[in-house]
């Protein structure tokens, strides 16, 4: 009698795969995949941003004026310094370090809650400074009506990049969980891998965010 | 995605180029190029997403079938934007009447 199949499996690989091998580039296949709606997603608000920007340009450019830009550069390091050590986790999960992942993942969870503070901050100034669009907005006369429209985007893309990150950090602290209790192995290190993916896109989108946002015609004052 | 594990070495080198251009965007939008502000500012941000695409998120090293999602995510949203602005920056060429 021969012996049990699911003997030689390891306990991580669901029986549809024939290997872990095809079982991790499954998993970034699909990860991939919900990524390219992603791009759209976030893409159609760049497109109506452009739009706008090309009619408006002199109103978009005062507005960018009034965004905080050491926030907004910090913000970008700080992201950036995130993508490394989210990089570097994934790294010591794929080699089997697993408390250097759970100081790597930590790290990476306390700059996405620095950045979030920081944003949080800004969203402040910008209410206390009545840029929020509403009644109670108020700009120069000039450029009121078209500077509403570049915050109204403002809000909603940084917003939406924040809930990305609101979820991303989700995504982390299930990921320290998993490899505190030993799930996440050198064998079996896709979920991690797959939640890099999304990190790493969070990050991108605030690539184009940064300097559409902040950094309209700054050489103009 | 095959069990390529990249040295420290290439991250940290990945790191200290997306952080040299970040000063870059943020030097180069304090001189005047006019409309090459814009230029010079997306294509700074389209190299460092392609680095973090193809180091940190792995694609140099993946499947081929990856970098057909991959491309084809950057082609839907250039049909998107190339239409759009197909409408839109059209409109004021009048040929008739």
Redesign the interface.
Known sequence: MSPDPAAHHHPALAHHFADLEQQKEAAALGMWLFLVTEVLFFGGLFTVYSVYRSWYPEAFAAASHEMVVWAGTTNTVVLITSSLTMALAVRAAQVGERRVVMWFLAATMLLGLAFLGIKAFEYYTEFAEHHVPGPGFAFEPAYARHAQIFFSLYFVMTGLHALHMLIGLGLMAVMFHWVWRGTITREYSSPIEISGLYWHFVDIVWIFLFPLLYLIGRHAH | ???H??P?RT??T??AI??LC?YL??QV?????GAL??VA??A??VF??AI??L????VKY??R??WI??V???F??GI??AL??ND??TRGWRTYG
Do not use: E, P, Q, R
């Open positions: 995605m095959s069990d594990i990249l420290k991250y940290y990945i790191y997306l952080l970040t965007t943020w939008a304090f001189f005047d190029l502000n814009t500012a997306l700074i941000a460092k997403a973090v695409v180091f940190f998120m792995h993946s499947t079938l990856t999602v991959v084809g995510s950057v839907w949203l998107l934007l759009t602005f839109y920056l």
